[in-house]
C-alpha cells in the first residue's frame, strides 16, 4: 500500500509560472486536503474535498485552485506563483469527514524566487 | 475554534517514558482530542484521539482529565526515532460539509537524548 504520495518532491518555480502539485492516495478515502507549512507556524489548510465533484476552501486558500475529478486524486494548481508561495506542502486523505485519522504524504517543498 | 497550549520544547532520556502535556481550558463538551507527530523532513503521523476516557493503542497512551481542560500523551518508553514535534489538536465532530479539517498548532518539539 503506497499510502499518499505526493509528486514533486521538490519544485524550484518563478514568480508569476504556474503549475500543478500532485496527490495521490490508493485508500480509497472520501477526504483529501491541502496544507501548507511555514517555518515556525503550524500546517494551514489551504483546500479540502469530501469526495469527488467536491471542494471548499479552508483557511488560506487565495492563489491555489483544486479540483477533485477521482477519489484518488487531488490535484492543487497554483496560476501565478508568488514568493509569498514558498512553503511545504501536505496532501492529507482520511476514510470519512472528520480526519479522524489522516495519512499525510511526505510534502512537496516549493520555493519561489 | 478551541485552542491548545503546548509547551515549545521538551528533552526526555531515551529508554524512559515520556508525558506531553496539552492545556485546553475551552474545550467544548463533544470536541475529540487528536495527537499528531511530525519527525523530520516528513509528513505529520497519526498518533492516537480520545474523548473522554484514557486510550491506550501501539503507539502511546492518552490520559485525560476528569474536567477534560487538559490531556497527557505518555510515550511508555521512548526511543530516538520518537524524536519529533507532537502536535495537540481538538476536532469538533464531523457534522457534514464544512467541518471537515484539523487546526495544528506549533506543537511541542520532543528531543530524545540519547
Known amino acids: 500500500n503506497a499510502g499518499v504520495t505526493q509528486t514533486p518532491k521538490f519544485q524550484v518555480l518563478k514568480t508569476g509560472q504556474s503549475m500543478t502539485l500532485q496527490c495521490a492516495q490508493d485508500?480509497?478515502?472520501?477526504?483529501m486536503s491541502w496544507y501548507r507549512q511555514d517555518p515556525g507556524m503550524g500546517l494551514r489548510l489551504i483546500h479540502y474535498?469530501?469526495?469527488?465533484?467536491?471542494?471548499d476552501q479552508g483557511e488560506v486558500p487565495n492563489g491555489y485552485n483544486v479540483s477533485r475529478s477521482t477519489t484518488e486524486d487531488f490535484p492543487l494548481r497554483l496560476l501565478s506563483a508568488a514568493p509569498s508561495q514558498t512553503s511545504v506542502y501536505f496532501c492529507?486523505?482520511?476514510?470519512?469527514?472528520?480526519?479522524?485519522?489522516?495519512?499525510f504524504g511526505q510534502g512537496t517543498r516549493l520555493t519561489v524566487v | 475554534d478551541a485552542k491548545t497550549t503546548q509547551p515549545n520544547s521538551m528533552e526526555s532520556n531515551e529508554e524512559e517514558p515520556v508525558h506531553l502535556p496539552c492545556n485546553h481550558s475551552?474545550?467544548?463538551?463533544?470536541?475529540?482530542i487528536h495527537w499528531y507527530r511530525q519527525l523530520p523532513s516528513q509528513g505529520p503521523e497519526y498518533v492516537i484521539h480520545?474523548?473522554?476516557s484514557n486510550v491506550n493503542n501501539r503507539m502511546a497512551s492518552l490520559a485525560i482529565a476528569e474536567d477534560r481542560k487538559s490531556s497527557t500523551l505518555i510515550l511508555h518508553r521512548a526511543t530516538l526515532r520518537d524524536a519529533a514535534v507532537y502536535y495537540c489538536?481538538?476536532?469538533?465532530?464531523?457534522?457534514?460539509?464544512?467541518?471537515?479539517?484539523?487546526?495544528f498548532g506549533t506543537g511541542t518539539r520532543l528531543t530524545i537524548i540519547p
Open positions: 475551552t474545550i467544548s463538551g463533544t470536541d475529540y
Open positions: 480520545g474523548l473522554t
Open positions: 492529507a486523505s482520511s476514510y470519512g469527514g472528520g480526519m479522524v485519522e489522516a495519512f
Open positions: 485508500m480509497n478515502h472520501e477526504y
Open positions: 474535498s469530501v469526495g469527488a465533484g467536491i471542494t
Open positions: 489538536i481538538l476536532r469538533a465532530p464531523s457534522r457534514g460539509f464544512g467541518n471537515e479539517k484539523l487546526t
